[in-house]
């Protein structure tokens, strides 16, 4: 098993400005990724974060707004810039393997005011 | 395109009722996984369950059961005896293996046990 920890788990934070999430894995793993949980919806997926190479995002997403670094197999950080209210949502770094379970962080909840 | 459909979106039962929430999925790929997570009030996500392509065996985890059905392309949760403690919204989500290992959600189905 894999044990992810999150931070922070919740901020409230003024348009315009950003904030950058920080998820961190007890151990090394190849796959990590990004979710965005806005309120009362799925959870959707944002990107993968890729080791020593740019992250891979989905339709919808761009690293102007959601760059993702990953500097190493345990840690990674999503940045959501020059938020709006649009963005509150919960944040969600997970972690996978083949042969695995998908394991998630506790979340980060985002408020833009 | 992948896509799983959580057609319930909220589901009320009165304490000690057995309860089924449903899960159909569409994928091409005739190797991916199959999972249900649970998320309570406090919002992280509780894995359940991982079920490969491979194994359409029912399982039963104490008063959890599931039933994975690829002719119908089903994987339904049923708890059993229900608790307030199983009040929480429920996820089903599928991941293709021939990809990157993402998981495609579905919608949720919140569940309310009455007491």
């Known amino acids: 098993s894999a044990v992810i920890s999150q931070k922070p788990s919740r901020d409230i934070c003024q348009r315009g400005t950003s904030l950058t999430i920080q998820c961190q894995v007890d151990s090394q793993v190849t796959m990590m990724f990004w979710y965005r949980q806005q309120p009362g919806q799925s959870l959707t997926l944002i990107a993968t974060?890729?080791?020593?190479?740019?992250?891979?995002?989905e339709s919808g997403f761009v690293i102007d707004k959601f760059p993702i670094s990953r500097p190493n197999l345990t840690f990674s950080t999503l940045t959501v810039s020059n938020m709006s209210p649009e963005d509150s949502s919960i944040y969600l770094c997970?972690?996978?393997?083949?042969?695995?379970?998908?394991?998630f962080g506790q979340g980060t909840r985002l408020t833009v005011v | 395109a992948q896509k799983v459909t959580q057609a319930q979106t909220e589901i009320s039962v009165v304490e000690k009722e057995d309860v089924t929430l449903d899960c159909v999925y569409e994928?091409?790929?005739?190797?991916?996984?199959l999972f249900w997570y649970k998320q309570p009030p406090s919002g992280e996500l509780v894995f359940l369950i991982r079920r490969n392509s491979f194994d359409e065996q029912n399982e039963i985890s104490g008063r959890y059961s599931w039933n994975f059905q690829k002719s119908t392309s089903s994987f339904n949760f049923t708890i059993t005896a229900s608790q307030v403690v199983d009040s929480a919204v429920y996820f089903c989500?599928?991941?293709?293996?021939?990809?990157?290992?993402?998981?495609?959600f579905g919608t949720g189905t919140r569940l309310t046990i009455i007491p």
């Open positions: 997970s972690v996978g393997t083949e042969n695995t379970e998908a394991f």
């Open positions: 994928t091409r790929d005739t190797t991916y996984y």
């Open positions: 974060a890729n080791q020593g190479s740019e992250a891979t995002y």
């Open positions: 989500a599928l991941e293709n293996l021939l990809g990157n290992e993402k998981l495609t």
